[in-house]
């Protein structure tokens, strides 16, 4: 029986973002073909009828994460601050450490990524893009040096908070470095 290209394209369009939510929860490496298009009621053989390969639904799914992050960022509710302020109590807070699944790629597959040898230009675009919207809003001849640093912080805090056991020792964690950002990133009207 053949399927309709709508058919076709909204089952791409799923395993696209169970894999994208997968590999943001549990990691490229331990989440395993068969396993995810069992999930989606799918055959392990149907996979190749989309994909070419793992790798390209890596990619593919990493694109989709970026995408739905920024569209996210950009239709949240008007909250107070700046938007770099925004932007670091949303990524340090304790919803974003507890659901991986719907969150920053970044903590979860980019040192994977880096260990297998597969850089993804994909993570290259978001790492320029949010290392951008972080030096805009920071003033100072060294704001392109400290936005890495921010990035770097917010991520490695995120990373760390969720592999610890202790509650508290995760929480210590996210909080400071979410509190020491925020200093960093007040303005003098604020």
Excluded at 78 to 104: F, K, W
Excluded at 162 to 179: C, G, I, N
Aim: aromatic share 4%; net charge negative.
């Amino acid at each position: 029986m053949r399927y309709s290209e709508d058919h076709k394209a909204k089952t791409h369009q799923r395993i696209i973002e169970e894999a994208a939510l997968r590999f943001r929860r549990d990691g490229v490496g331990a989440t395993g073909l068969q396993p995810l298009m069992k999930a989606l009621g799918l055959t392990h053989g149907g996979f190749y009828a989309h994909f070419k390969s793992k790798d390209e639904l890596v990619e593919t799914a990493l694109q989709h994460a970026v995408q739905t992050l920024a569209s996210s960022l950009q239709q949240a509710p008007e909250e107070s601050g700046s938007p770099l302020r925004r932007l670091i109590q949303r990524y340090l807070s304790d919803a974003h450490r507890a659901n991986p699944g719907a969150g920053c790629p970044l903590p979860t597959m980019s040192a994977e990524l880096g260990q297998r040898g597969e850089p993804s230009t994909t993570t290259d675009a978001m790492v320029l893009n949010r290392l951008a919207l972080i030096e805009q809003g920071l003033d100072g001849d060294d704001a392109a040096d400290e936005s890495v640093l921010l990035l770097s912080a917010m991520v490695g805090a995120l990373l760390l908070s969720r592999s610890v056991k202790d509650p508290e020792l995760s929480d210590r964690l996210l909080h400071t470095t979410r509190a020491k950002l925020l200093e960093k990133a007040a303005s003098p009207s604020e």
